[in-house]
């Protein structure tokens, strides 16, 4: 395979084994279910990476994608409405009603400036919170929507003992995302995308609907988001608060694309890995190092890992576009799009 | 309270309201303005404009001090922080944007959010520290009270309607600092240097102007509007706490689009309208969709004057 | 007949008067020069020409059409749909919580079948009751804001540069726009890009279509490098091209789409005398090939060797037009640009 399919074929092999090395690894070591955040914000970073490593369009919102997934999945499946669709068709509803939402934010707003889309999508992120907030009788409002159902293949349905089987599952998942992203990059539609992210006056002139192209962006990457977010509340079995999708979500997701190197699809996996390792693995493990020694907590704010996560993300932003500005593991457009 | 009372009582509270977010809204607009970037960080230095602001008051114990020393209090708060914003803006800018001038305006504003969030935990820690006005630092997350200094007494006496010296203290604060603006910018020397570096830096770097320093200058300018706006705020309501930065920077940024982003009266009419808008909103409707109506006020500016009531178009050259 | 005709060409920049009523014709097969010293117009002259500025008046023309997207049943039926989708959306989104509530929590029980019949006969119903301000006013209101935005937004794509490079007309820039990080062939595709069919199922499942689309369209950008003379590097990144190599891709990118009407701006700049031959010669067969030819120029000895007709602008206006020899013998022309500018 050509281009960089080996760094990702690699990376998700890596990931097929770490059940059967964990297994084998003391309780305090074990990482699988951290691995398995990892896959969630992977996916929701595919989903950015369409629409601002492909299209250059820079969304600070899509944690409001996600929300908006996930609240769509708890809706039409959580026993407490009466649509109850069940676990396949309500992940597989989240697709088209992600690319919906995308297309009624993006359709009066995608021909706006740069900067000015980014601040639209940041106030959208806000507004979906509050939304869904405002909004009790629908949403339950900060309690979120809960039991959610989990997959079942023939038998019964998935308990939260059944941690390996989610983890292939989402793992698959994040396959299936991987090859439908790489199919739209290496085609008509990747190019233009490439070609509006460069210069988008020089795409409009050889012809290309640089408003129908970014919107298939936008919608593609909302989808994406919104299946990020039904899985996310399925494996929680609840959506939890809709302050759980707020901007730092965005941002980590952001954070994730960029230090993996934007607009490359193995940078996003390596980035997923860097930054939800730290934020979830690091972060975790040494909050509870730090209570096993007795110290932390309350006390003093310095001392709680807890309290470093904006100075991580914000360092990691900096220093990215500053040391690597083409992040880790930097796509080589020339060589990929063939 | 009669509605039209209750309607006026609005109007000030609005008009209030919109001069600081006018006062922030003009930092954005400034370096908007002249290096197209959304400085995001520019909110959060806001923020820790009222952490020193408080914190000056803690350590001088200003509260302990007679009513005509307070005013001394505050203007010393008032220059401290402008200070202190107007550095950390310049230093942000030397740190972490001078190197990407050549960078795509993508890796800039990313640089920005970063900045933006090294801040917001810069004042997360501001709040622990343990003194007595940080509530012994104990809850660093939790808001902070920023004590009345400016007493919040009705000057018209047993009117239904109040205004306050606080209300009072917003305008002497805001009015002089913009009209100031607009003199520099549009009288003297650094400003035309500054109007000539946002149309084209190249060529003004031709011209022997010193880029680099006048765009440093024109973020200390607008931290410093950050900083004296920051106190305003602090001591209209009374409450500060280190998300407050994300808050009130979307709105002066909404402030700022609204207006036309990189026009000085566009910001200031961009923050009067959003605090009324804010205002009436919580009025008329209920508060819970306050943000809501103004995200929609400000997409639809946006789809019939795409920049903006006061702001003009640009043309890329071709 | 004429392939690009543009009468009255006005354009101003608030005060400032760039071009002022310029008209030509250029006839198909031609090869038409527009001349003038800098800042005479030429550029903002293509840019109207070409949909990136909206002229401040005059028409223009191709092949005895103007093109801007007119009113047509389709554009009247997407702001009316508009007008419905959106207002019957702001009043179900302004109450719903009142609907949710009759509706779907007034006939739930848990976990007993739901009863859809009644469901949605009470959502009729609960629609019927609204007061007027919540029901029909913000059915209007939320309507007419959705078919304004729907009207303004197509109102300002009726003439961009898509629209105008869709019907056949194709350019190059002053300053080389290419995509520096597409390889060559990667250029040249996105020229041909309107062109092609398979959308976005097809990339997304690989349906046949798309292979055999990518197969033909493959091979003809290949033709086309070679047709410029850069078939040896098709598969390095643009960005890696030296600069006289650039001008020549740029017009491969441009010819990619077939079009009818070709715009050069200033191809030979920046070029060595052997390079400004070879490019004479590429122009003389992009035309042979069925493609006209409008360029600007400052490069003397290129306009007068392959120009059939010139155009000369100075300060905006169009001071003569005519033939080489013609222009040559016009003492207007020659003091106003070849006499003072000539680059030989």
């Known amino acids: 395979m050509r281009g960089r399919f080996g760094a990702i074929t690699i990376i998700l092999t890596c990931a097929a084994v770490v059940p059967i090395v964990d297994l084998a690894l003391p309780e305090s070591l074990r990482i699988s279910e951290a691995v398995r955040g990892v896959f969630l914000y992977a996916i929701l970073a595919l989903g950015l990476n369409v629409v601002s490593g492909y299209a250059g369009l820079l969304n600070l919102g899509i944690a409001a994608f996600m929300a908006i997934g996930a609240y769509a999945f708890a809706i039409l499946t959580c026993e407490i409405y009466p649509f109850q669709v069940g676990f396949w068709p309500g992940i597989l509803l989240t697709l088209p009603i992600g690319a919906l939402a995308g297309f009624v934010l993006g359709a009066p707003t995608l021909r706006l400036r740069g900067d000015y889309l980014a601040i639209v999508t940041l106030g959208f992120g806000e507004i979906v919170q509050d939304l869904l907030k405002n909004l009790d009788t629908v949403t339950k409002g900060t309690q979120g929507i809960n039991p959610l159902p989990s997959p079942s293949f023939g038998g019964e349905a998935w308990t939260a003992s059944d941690e390996y089987k989610w983890y292939y599952l989402l793992l698959a998942v994040l396959v299936i995302v991987v090859l439908f992203v790489r199919n739209l990059e290496r085609s008509r539609l990747g190019r233009a995308w490439f070609s509006i992210r460069q210069d988008e006056l020089a795409s409009r002139s050889m012809g290309i609907r640089v408003e129908r192209v970014k919107m298939l962006a936008f919608s593609t990457g909302a989808a994406i988001a919104a299946l990020a977010g039904g899985l996310s509340a399925s494996v929680l079995s609840s959506t939890g608060e809709p302050s759980n999708y707020d901007f730092q979500v965005s941002i980590l997701a952001l954070c994730i694309v960029i230090v993996g190197g934007i607009g490359g699809i193995a940078g996003v996996l390596v980035g997923a890995l860097v930054m939800v390792g730290l934020n979830s693995i690091v972060l975790v493990k040494a909050a509870a190092a730090l209570a096993a020694l007795g110290i932390g907590g309350q006390g003093n704010v310095l001392l709680s890992p807890n309290n470093w996560k904006y100075l991580i993300f914000g360092l990691a932003l900096v220093l990215a576009v500053r040391l690597k500005p083409d992040g880790l593991l930097p796509p080589r457009i020339e060589r990929s799009m063939r | ?318 | 007949m004429s392939v690009l005709s543009a009468q009255g060409m006005t354009m101003r920049f608030g005060g400032l008067v760039a071009v002022q009523d310029v008209s030509l014709t250029v006839q198909e097969g031609e090869i038409f020069a527009v001349i003038g010293p800098n800042g005479a117009g030429k550029t903002t002259l293509f840019n109207a020409i070409t949909g990136i500025y909206e002229p401040t008046s005059g028409v223009v023309q191709f092949s005895g059409r103007e093109v801007r997207l007119g009113w047509t049943a389709l554009t009247i039926a997407r702001i009316a749909l508009a007008f419905v989708l959106i207002g019957c959306t702001a009043v179900v989104a302004i109450n719903v919580e009142s609907l949710w509530t009759r509706v779907i929590n007034a006939n739930y029980v848990y976990l007993q079948p739901f009863p859809w019949g009644k469901a949605a006969g009470d959502f009729f119903r609960a629609l019927a009751e609204l007061p007027f301000s919540a029901g029909i006013a913000t059915g209007c209101i939320g309507g007419c804001v959705g078919a304004a935005t729907t009207l303004i937004l197509w109102w300002r794509s009726r003439r961009t540069p898509d629209v105008i490079a869709r019907s056949g007309v194709a350019r190059t820039f002053q300053n080389i726009r290419l995509f520096n990080e597409l390889s060559l062939v990667q250029n040249v595709l996105v020229g041909m890009d309107y062109r092609m069919k398979a959308g976005f199922w097809s990339a997304l499942l690989r349906l046949p279509l798309f292979f055999s689309e990518r197969e033909r369209f493959h091979a003809e950008a290949e033709k086309l490098l070679e047709f410029v003379g850069l078939a040896d590097r098709a598969d390095s990144a643009a960005g890696s091209l030296p600069y006289g190599y650039r001008r020549r891709l740029e017009i491969a990118r441009a010819l990619a789409g077939k079009p009818k009407l070709i715009l050069l701006d200033e191809p030979a700049a920046g070029m060595n005398p052997s390079e400004v031959v070879d490019l004479m010669a590429l122009i003389r067969r992009v035309r042979d090939a069925g493609t006209t030819v409008v360029l600007i120029e400052h490069h003397m000895r290129l306009v007068m060797g392959v120009s059939d007709r010139i155009l000369v602008l100075q300060y905006g206006k169009q001071i003569a037009e005519g033939t080489p020899a013609e222009i040559r013998a016009n003492s207007a022309c020659v003091e106003a640009y070849l006499g003072t500018e000539s680059h030989g």
């Open chain 2, 1 to 318: 309270m009669q509605p039209h009372e209750v309607f006026l009582q609005q109007l000030i509270t609005g008009l209030s309201n919109g001069m600081i977010i006018a006062l922030i809204a003009l930092g954005y607009t400034m370096v908007y303005g002249i290096i197209e970037l959304i400085n995001f960080a520019h909110g959060d230095v806001f923020m820790l404009g009222a952490f020193l602001a408080l914190t000056l008051l803690g350590v001088l114990g200003m509260e302990a001090w007679s009513p005509t020393w307070r005013i001394g209090g505050v203007a010393i708060m008032l220059v401290g922080s402008a200070l202190f914003c107007g550095g950390l803006n310049w230093t942000l800018d030397r740190v972490a944007y001078r190197s990407l001038r050549r960078a795509s305006k993508l890796s800039l504003l990313v640089s920005a959010i970063g900045c933006s969030f090294i801040c917001t935990n810069l004042g997360l820690f501001w709040g622990g520290v343990p003194m007595e006005v940080f509530a012994g630092g104990v809850a660093a997350a939790a808001p902070k009270d920023f004590p009345q200094l400016i007493p919040q007494t009705n000057l018209l006496g047993a009117s239904a309607i109040r205004i306050t010296p606080a209300d009072i203290a917003v305008v002497v604060v805001t009015v002089p600092l913009m009209i100031g603006l607009v003199f520099l910018v549009n009288r003297t020397r650094m400003g035309r240097a500054m109007r000539a570096v946002a149309q084209d830096a190249t060529a003004a770097a031709l011209m022997g102007i010193p880029v680099d320093r006048v765009i440093g200058i024109t973020f200390f300018i607008g931290g410093a509007l950050g900083g004296f706006a920051s106190v305003v705020y602090a001591l209209y309501n009374n409450t500060i706490g280190f998300q407050m930065g994300y808050r009130a920077g979307m709105d002066a940024f909404t402030a700022a689009v609204v207006g036309g982003i990189g026009s000085l009266p566009g910001a200031v009419l961009g923050g009067l309208t959003i605090g009324l808008v804010r205002a009436m909103s919580d009025q008329y409707l209920e508060t819970q969709w306050t943000n809501t109506i103004v995200f929609g006020m400000l997409v639809m500016i946006l789809i019939f004057r795409p920049s903006g009531l006061l702001g003009t178009t640009r043309r890329e050259k071709v």
